[in-house]
C-alpha cells in the first residue's frame, strides 16, 4: 500500500532563516505531488506540483521554491523564511486522475 | 477557472441524528472528480468520499453519502447517526479529469462541524 511521510511535524523558525520541510511517498511510482499551505482558519492553497523528478510548477509567487530530487521526495524551501511564512504545510501525492492522500502536515511558526 | 462553495462556515449535529453539509460549485466542464475531505483537530486531511462525475449513482461510504446533482452543480454530504469523532472542518472539493485543472484539488472554504453529546 502506499504512504506519505512529511517531516517535522512542528518548526519554530526566526525571521530570516533558511527552510527545508520534505515529503517521500512509498508504494508507488511516478506520482504527482503537491505543496499546500493552510492559514490559521483559512482553507488550503496550492503552492508547488510536480508531475515528474525536476519538474515543478508554481502557483503563488512567493518567496518559497521546491524541489524534486527523486521520484517519490518532494521538498519544499527559502532562503529566509518570513513571518507571513507562518502556517500548516501539507504534502500530498495523487496519480494523474482521482484524489489526493495527504501527508500528516507541518505547523510552521516563524518568530 | 473552478470555484468550490460552501456556505455554511459552521454547523452542528446532536449525536446519533443525521446532518447534511452544502457544497456547490462552478464549472464548465463534463468531467470531473469532486471529494468530501475531513480535517480533525490533529489537521490531517482525511479523504471521506469521492464521485466521479460521469457516474449518475450517489457515492456512499458506510454513514457517508452524497447527494449529487450534475445540472445544479450541488455536491452535499449526508452524515447519518452522528458519532462524537466525526467533529470536524469539513471540505469539499473539485478535481479536472483533463487539462491543466487537473492537477489541483480547488477547496471550499471548509465547515466546522460540532457533534453534541
Known amino acids: 500500500s502506499q504512504t506519505i511521510h512529511q517531516w517535522p511535524a512542528t518548526l519554530v523558525q526566526p525571521v530570516g532563516s533558511p527552510l527545508s520541510l520534505e515529503c517521500t511517498v512509498e508504494g508507488t511510482s511516478n506520482p504527482n505531488l503537491y505543496w499546500y499551505r493552510q492559514a490559521a482558519g483559512r482553507g488550503l492553497q496550492l503552492l508547488f506540483y510536480?508531475?515528474?523528478?525536476?519538474?515543478i510548477s508554481s502557483e503563488v509567487p512567493q518567496n518559497l521554491s521546491a524541489s524534486r530530487p527523486q521520484d517519490r521526495q518532494f521538498i519544499l524551501s527559502s532562503k529566509k523564511l518570513l513571518l507571513s511564512d507562518s502556517g500548516f504545510y501539507l504534502c500530498?501525492?495523487?496519480?494523474?486522475?482521482?484524489?489526493?492522500?495527504f501527508g500528516s502536515g507541518t505547523r510552521l511558526t516563524v518568530v | 477557472a473552478q470555484t468550490v462553495t460552501q456556505s455554511q462556515p459552521e454547523m452542528s449535529v446532536q449525536e446519533a441524528e443525521t446532518v447534511t453539509l452544502s457544497c456547490t460549485y462552478d464549472?464548465?466542464?463534463?468531467?470531473?472528480?469532486l471529494f468530501w475531505y475531513k480535517q480533525p483537530p490533529s489537521r490531517q486531511m482525511i479523504l471521506v468520499i469521492r464521485?466521479?462525475?460521469?457516474?449518475?449513482q450517489n457515492a456512499t461510504e458506510n454513514r457517508f453519502s452524497v447527494n449529487f446533482q450534475k445540472a445544479a452543480k450541488s455536491f452535499s454530504l449526508k452524515i447519518s447517526d452522528s458519532q462524537l469523532g466525526d467533529a470536524a472542518m469539513y471540505f469539499c472539493a473539485y478535481r479536472s479529469e483533463y487539462g491543466a485543472g487537473s492537477y489541483q484539488l480547488t477547496f471550499g472554504k471548509g465547515t466546522k462541524l460540532s457533534v453534541i453529546p
Open positions: 510536480s508531475v515528474g523528478i525536476g519538474q
Open positions: 464521485q466521479e462525475a460521469y457516474k449518475q
Open positions: 500530498a501525492w495523487s496519480r494523474r486522475t482521482g484524489g489526493y492522500t
Open positions: 464549472t464548465s466542464e463534463s468531467d470531473y472528480y
